[in-house]
Protein backbone atom coordinates (compact mmCIF):
# COMPACT_ATOMS: atom_id res chain seq x y z
CA UNK A 1 0.00 0.00 0.00
CA UNK A 2 0.95 3.69 -1.05
CA UNK A 3 1.96 5.18 2.56
CA UNK A 4 1.57 8.80 3.26
CA UNK A 5 3.20 11.34 5.30
CA UNK A 6 2.60 15.28 5.94
CA UNK A 7 4.70 17.44 7.32
CA UNK A 8 4.64 19.66 9.82
CA UNK A 9 2.28 17.62 12.44
CA UNK A 10 0.95 21.00 13.68
CA UNK A 11 1.94 24.49 12.87
CA UNK A 12 1.01 27.79 14.66
CA UNK A 13 0.85 31.08 12.36
CA UNK A 14 -0.78 34.43 12.33
CA UNK A 15 -3.52 36.12 11.02
CA UNK A 16 -2.76 36.68 7.52
CA UNK A 17 0.31 34.69 7.12
CA UNK A 18 0.70 32.11 4.38
CA UNK A 19 0.84 28.46 5.61
CA UNK A 20 1.82 25.86 3.32
CA UNK A 21 1.47 21.98 4.33
CA UNK A 22 3.64 19.42 2.85
CA UNK A 23 2.11 15.84 2.05
CA UNK A 24 4.42 12.98 0.68
CA UNK A 25 3.65 9.65 -1.11
CA UNK A 26 5.79 6.53 -0.79
CA UNK A 27 5.35 5.79 -4.51
CA UNK A 28 4.59 8.31 -7.26
CA UNK A 29 0.90 8.88 -7.38
CA UNK A 30 0.13 11.55 -10.37
CA UNK A 31 -2.01 13.49 -8.88
CA UNK A 32 -4.58 11.59 -7.46
CA UNK A 33 -4.92 13.13 -4.34
CA UNK A 34 -7.22 15.37 -2.08
CA UNK A 35 -7.16 17.57 0.62
CA UNK A 36 -9.87 17.88 3.61
CA UNK A 37 -10.06 20.14 6.34
CA UNK A 38 -11.64 19.14 9.41
CA UNK A 39 -12.61 21.71 11.83
CA UNK A 40 -12.52 20.68 15.92
CA UNK A 41 -15.41 19.08 16.34
CA UNK A 42 -17.22 19.15 12.98
CA UNK A 43 -17.22 16.97 10.20
CA UNK A 44 -14.36 16.26 7.37
CA UNK A 45 -14.83 19.06 4.39
CA UNK A 46 -13.16 18.10 1.00
CA UNK A 47 -10.98 20.80 -0.26
CA UNK A 48 -9.23 20.16 -2.96
CA UNK A 49 -9.16 17.23 -5.35
CA UNK A 50 -6.72 16.28 -8.17
CA UNK A 51 -4.05 18.01 -6.48
CA UNK A 52 -4.70 20.92 -7.35
CA UNK A 53 -9.00 21.50 -8.27
CA UNK A 54 -10.63 23.43 -5.66
CA UNK A 55 -13.83 21.97 -4.44
CA UNK A 56 -17.10 24.18 -5.20
CA UNK A 57 -17.85 26.76 -2.03
CA UNK A 58 -14.02 26.66 -1.35
CA UNK A 59 -12.23 29.99 -0.65
CA UNK A 60 -9.56 31.03 -3.05
CA UNK A 61 -7.18 31.58 -0.31
CA UNK A 62 -6.16 27.27 0.21
CA UNK A 63 -4.72 26.14 -3.42
CA UNK A 64 -3.12 22.95 -3.91
CA UNK A 65 -0.07 22.17 -6.35
CA UNK A 66 2.45 18.76 -6.86
CA UNK A 67 2.47 15.97 -8.77
CA UNK A 68 4.03 12.40 -8.05
CA UNK A 69 4.90 12.18 -4.60
CA UNK A 70 5.23 15.52 -3.14
CA UNK A 71 1.94 17.75 -2.83
CA UNK A 72 1.55 20.62 -1.06
CA UNK A 73 -1.67 22.76 0.02
CA UNK A 74 -1.50 26.18 1.00
CA UNK A 75 -3.48 28.91 2.90
CA UNK A 76 -2.43 32.13 1.25
CA UNK A 77 -3.61 34.43 3.92
CA UNK A 78 -4.29 32.45 7.37
CA UNK A 79 -8.12 33.19 9.06
CA UNK A 80 -9.29 32.47 12.43
CA UNK A 81 -11.97 29.87 10.63
CA UNK A 82 -9.17 28.14 9.28
CA UNK A 83 -7.85 26.45 12.40
CA UNK A 84 -8.25 23.39 11.68
CA UNK A 85 -6.63 19.60 11.02
CA UNK A 86 -5.86 18.83 7.51
CA UNK A 87 -5.83 15.75 6.09
CA UNK A 88 -4.52 14.65 2.53
CA UNK A 89 -5.83 11.67 1.15
CA UNK A 90 -4.79 9.48 -1.69
CA UNK A 91 -6.54 6.88 -4.04
CA UNK A 92 -4.99 4.33 -6.85
CA UNK A 93 -6.00 4.72 -10.57
CA UNK A 94 -6.82 1.26 -11.01
CA UNK A 95 -9.88 -0.81 -9.57
CA UNK A 96 -9.97 -1.81 -6.67
CA UNK A 97 -9.86 1.99 -5.98
CA UNK A 98 -7.63 2.46 -2.42
CA UNK A 99 -7.93 5.33 -0.52
CA UNK A 100 -5.23 6.31 2.24
CA UNK A 101 -4.99 9.38 4.29
CA UNK A 102 -2.49 11.04 5.78
CA UNK A 103 -1.74 11.34 9.70
CA UNK A 104 -2.69 15.28 9.28
CA UNK A 105 -1.70 18.48 10.08
CA UNK A 106 -2.65 20.73 12.87
CA UNK A 107 -3.06 24.46 12.41
CA UNK A 108 -3.56 27.00 15.07
CA UNK A 109 -3.58 30.86 15.80
CA UNK A 110 -0.62 31.93 16.95
CA UNK B 1 -29.91 18.45 -0.98
CA UNK B 2 -27.51 15.56 -0.41
CA UNK B 3 -27.20 13.67 2.99
CA UNK B 4 -26.45 11.08 4.61
CA UNK B 5 -27.45 9.37 8.15
CA UNK B 6 -25.33 6.52 9.61
CA UNK B 7 -26.89 4.30 12.43
CA UNK B 8 -26.14 1.69 14.11
CA UNK B 9 -25.31 0.78 17.64
CA UNK B 10 -23.23 2.76 20.45
CA UNK B 11 -22.20 -0.17 22.52
CA UNK B 12 -20.92 -3.41 21.04
CA UNK B 13 -18.76 -6.00 23.34
CA UNK B 14 -15.35 -7.29 21.80
CA UNK B 15 -15.88 -9.84 19.76
CA UNK B 16 -19.26 -8.64 18.51
CA UNK B 17 -20.12 -8.14 14.98
CA UNK B 18 -21.04 -4.50 14.46
CA UNK B 19 -23.49 -3.66 11.44
CA UNK B 20 -23.85 0.26 10.33
CA UNK B 21 -26.09 1.48 8.19
CA UNK B 22 -25.72 4.53 6.14
CA UNK B 23 -28.91 6.17 4.91
CA UNK B 24 -28.31 8.36 1.96
CA UNK B 25 -31.02 11.27 0.17
CA UNK B 26 -30.67 13.15 -2.77
CA UNK B 27 -28.57 11.23 -4.58
CA UNK B 28 -29.02 7.40 -6.13
CA UNK B 29 -26.75 4.85 -5.37
CA UNK B 30 -26.92 3.27 -8.33
CA UNK B 31 -26.14 6.87 -10.52
CA UNK B 32 -22.84 6.06 -12.41
CA UNK B 33 -19.75 7.97 -11.04
CA UNK B 34 -21.36 7.91 -7.52
CA UNK B 35 -20.28 5.74 -4.56
CA UNK B 36 -20.12 5.88 -0.65
CA UNK B 37 -17.27 5.11 1.95
CA UNK B 38 -17.05 4.51 5.30
CA UNK B 39 -14.19 6.58 7.38
CA UNK B 40 -13.34 6.08 11.22
CA UNK B 41 -11.61 7.90 13.28
CA UNK B 42 -10.78 6.96 17.12
CA UNK B 43 -11.09 10.08 19.43
CA UNK B 44 -8.25 12.50 18.77
CA UNK B 45 -6.52 10.44 16.42
CA UNK B 46 -6.43 10.71 12.45
CA UNK B 47 -9.10 9.58 9.62
CA UNK B 48 -8.71 6.23 8.13
CA UNK B 49 -10.89 4.44 5.30
CA UNK B 50 -12.32 1.34 5.58
CA UNK B 51 -14.03 0.49 2.60
CA UNK B 52 -16.37 1.67 0.11
CA UNK B 53 -18.66 0.73 -2.91
CA UNK B 54 -19.02 2.07 -6.42
CA UNK B 55 -22.51 2.29 -7.98
CA UNK B 56 -21.26 -0.49 -10.61
CA UNK B 57 -20.88 -2.70 -7.11
CA UNK B 58 -17.38 -2.50 -6.96
CA UNK B 59 -16.38 -2.81 -3.44
CA UNK B 60 -12.78 -2.37 -2.02
CA UNK B 61 -11.68 -2.55 2.20
CA UNK B 62 -8.59 -1.35 3.36
CA UNK B 63 -5.88 -3.65 3.28
CA UNK B 64 -5.38 -4.07 7.12
CA UNK B 65 -9.19 -4.61 7.91
CA UNK B 66 -9.93 -6.66 4.75
CA UNK B 67 -10.21 -9.85 6.54
CA UNK B 68 -13.28 -7.94 9.00
CA UNK B 69 -15.06 -6.08 6.95
CA UNK B 70 -17.93 -6.41 4.25
CA UNK B 71 -19.56 -3.93 2.24
CA UNK B 72 -22.83 -3.76 0.68
CA UNK B 73 -25.90 -1.61 -0.88
CA UNK B 74 -29.62 -2.05 -1.03
CA UNK B 75 -30.28 0.90 -4.16
CA UNK B 76 -33.98 0.55 -3.45
CA UNK B 77 -33.45 1.75 0.67
CA UNK B 78 -30.77 4.01 -0.33
CA UNK B 79 -28.73 2.46 1.75
CA UNK B 80 -24.90 0.83 2.50
CA UNK B 81 -24.46 -1.38 4.96
CA UNK B 82 -20.83 -1.79 6.78
CA UNK B 83 -20.02 -5.01 8.95
CA UNK B 84 -17.09 -5.22 10.99
CA UNK B 85 -16.22 -9.07 12.69
CA UNK B 86 -14.53 -8.95 15.84
CA UNK B 87 -14.65 -6.39 16.86
CA UNK B 88 -12.05 -4.91 19.40
CA UNK B 89 -11.83 -1.71 21.70
CA UNK B 90 -9.13 -0.39 19.50
CA UNK B 91 -11.90 -0.23 17.32
CA UNK B 92 -13.79 2.51 19.39
CA UNK B 93 -14.22 5.50 16.86
CA UNK B 94 -16.57 7.83 15.82
CA UNK B 95 -17.53 5.81 12.13
CA UNK B 96 -18.73 8.70 9.18
CA UNK B 97 -19.96 7.55 5.67
CA UNK B 98 -19.21 9.54 2.93
CA UNK B 99 -20.16 10.08 -0.77
CA UNK B 100 -17.30 9.75 -3.48
CA UNK B 101 -17.61 11.69 -6.64
CA UNK B 102 -16.23 10.68 -9.67
CA UNK B 103 -14.59 13.43 -12.05
CA UNK B 104 -13.14 12.73 -15.25
CA UNK B 105 -10.94 15.38 -16.49
CA UNK B 106 -8.51 14.48 -19.62
CA UNK B 107 -9.72 11.03 -19.78
CA UNK B 108 -8.23 10.22 -16.12
CA UNK B 109 -10.28 9.56 -13.06
CA UNK B 110 -10.51 11.21 -9.92
CA UNK B 111 -12.34 10.96 -6.53
CA UNK B 112 -13.54 13.03 -3.74
CA UNK B 113 -15.27 12.44 -0.71
CA UNK B 114 -17.62 15.77 -0.86
CA UNK B 115 -20.31 15.12 1.33
CA UNK B 116 -20.34 13.31 4.65
CA UNK B 117 -22.68 12.15 7.18
CA UNK B 118 -22.61 13.42 10.73
CA UNK B 119 -20.63 10.55 12.10
CA UNK B 120 -21.83 7.85 14.81
CA UNK B 121 -20.18 6.91 17.40
CA UNK B 122 -19.33 3.24 18.33
CA UNK B 123 -17.50 2.26 21.88
CA UNK B 124 -16.24 -0.92 21.82
CA UNK B 125 -16.31 -2.41 25.77
CA UNK B 126 -17.41 -5.15 27.84
Known amino acids: DIQMTQSPSSLSASVGDRVTITCRAS??????LAWYQQKPGKVPKLLIY???TLESGVPSRFSGSGSGTDFTLTISSLQPEDVATYYC????????????FGPGTKVDIK | QVTLKESGPVLVKPTETLTLTCTVS??????????VSWVRQPPGKALEWLAHIFSNDEKSYSTSLKSSLTISKDTSKSQVVLTMTNMDPVDTATYYC??????????????????WGQGTTVTVSS
Open chain 1, 27 to 32: QGIRDY
Open chain 1, 89 to 100: QNYNSAPPTVFT
Open chain 2, 26 to 35: GFSLSKTGMG
Open chain 2, 98 to 115: ARITETVLDDYYYYGMDV
Open chain 1, 50 to 52: AAS
